[in-house]
């Protein structure tokens, strides 16, 4: 969502792209509405950077509430009837105790059917699980994605889920052939869905076309991969090869925090 407000107009200097639920919210919606329309079948908040920490350096840490509320009506909005979705919580709400536990309240009071915790590292996302897990906000799917994984990682995931993670994932790093790498070297035995986010970023000699997204479909769903999208430089026509690929699967619940169904 960043990297496309940006492409819209949102400088970074002065704005955030949480904010624009507010100042821009139909430029949000849009965005939303062009995934939905290419096939995804799930919406994650426009919410990477709305904690308190990450705000205040714009003094707007005491809008934590009305921005999540407005990004999660926004998201819902567009899913319409028969999707997911997922409130999107990023690495910056770890860098202050509370600011977690805060934001991930205000998006399940919301109505997300999921907590994302994206582009995380290790200790980072630990802290956020324990802090969240242990609120108890409700018993909603908590999703582990890390930018860097340490070694081994089969033990570093098995970590996450006993601390309450349902579904462990990567995202940011640039590439499928990235995503492919990490699902072959998870354990199937750690018998949770994965969740995959590839950036399509400049930073590598690879490619990172819609296509090549399509092209990798099988040998991730086959290695357990259940979530599926782009991260930094991917946009709806990433979202639609990948729908094409998948074709028409039915939607699966995901397992909840307690263990059961919600």
Not at 108 to 125: Q, W
Request: hydrophobic share 45%.
């Amino acid at each position: 969502m960043g990297t496309r407000l940006v492409a819209l107009g949102l400088d970074l200097s002065g704005d955030d792209p949480a904010l624009w639920n507010q100042t821009r919210p139909r430029d949000v919606l849009a965005m939303h509405r062009r995934d939905v329309a290419a096939g995804s079948d799930a919406i994650f908040t426009n919410t990477f950077g709305a904690n308190r920490f990450w705000l205040k350096r714009l003094g707007r840490e005491g809008e934590v509430e009305a921005i999540n509320r407005r990004a999660a009506l926004l998201a819902r909005r567009a899913a319409g009837p028969g999707r997911f979705v997922c409130g999107a919580i990023g690495p910056s709400a770890a860098r202050q105790e509370g600011a977690a536990s805060e934001q991930a309240a205000v998006l399940v009071d919301a109505g997300v059917d999921a907590l994302v915790f994206e582009t995380y590292r290790f200790p980072e996302v630990e802290r956020v699980l324990c802090e969240v897990a242990r609120s108890r906000t409700a018993p909603i799917p908590l999703v582990a994605s890390l930018w860097e994984w340490p070694e081994p990682l089969g033990a570093a995931a098995q970590r996450l889920l006993d601390l309450g993670a349902a579904v462990i994932g990567m995202n940011c790093q640039a590439g499928i052939e990235s995503a492919v790498s990490f699902a072959l070297r998870l354990d199937r035995r750690l018998g949770c869905p994965l969740l995959v986010k590839p950036s399509a970023g400049s930073s590598c000699r690879c490619d990172l076309g819609p296509a090549s997204f399509a092209g990798a479909v099988p040998r991730l769903v086959d290695r357990n991969v259940r979530l599926l999208g782009g991260c930094c430089g991917t946009s709806e026509a990433h979202v639609g090869a990948i729908a094409a690929a998948l074709g028409r699967r039915p939607l699966v619940t995901l397992p909840s925090l307690a263990g059961e169904m919600p």
